[in-house]
Every structure is written in structure tokens, then in C-alpha cells.
């Protein structure tokens, strides 16, 4: 989805949101959204550690 945006859609979403924030809040918002971004990522890196932890395990058990 956010893939067909281009370098236009971004300027144009940049600018919308600069115009509704004010160039005061926007570095605030940036860095909640970015810390959010991180957080996500963080969870959903453990969610798929975990299945594949046991993934393995199972098939361990399945070999043993």
C-alpha cells in the first residue's frame, strides 16, 4: 500500500501535515511515530523467534 506512494505522495503528505501540526509539533510526532514503529518491530521480531523456537522443537521431538 504504501509502496505505490512515490516521492510526490510523500511530499504532498509532509506538507498536509506541516500545515495541520504546525512546524513546532511535527518533530514530536515524528519521534512517536518512529518509537512506535520500533516497538512494533520489536514485537513482532519476537512473535516469529518464537514460533520458530517451536518449530524446532517440535521437529526435534518429531526426529527423536
Request: avoid cysteine; hydrophobic fraction near 40%; aromatic fraction near 4%.
Amino acid at each position: 500500500m504504501l509502496s505505490n506512494i512515490g516521492f510526490p505522495g510523500l511530499i504532498l503528505i509532509l506538507v498536509i501535515a506541516l500545515i495541520i501540526f504546525g512546524p513546532n509539533k511535527l518533530p514530536e510526532i515524528g519521534r512517536a511515530v518512529g518509537k512506535s514503529m520500533k516497538e512494533f518491530k520489536n514485537a513482532t521480531n519476537g512473535l516469529t523467534d518464537d514460533i520458530k523456537k517451536e518449530i524446532r522443537e517440535d521437529d526435534e521431538d518429531k526426529k527423536s
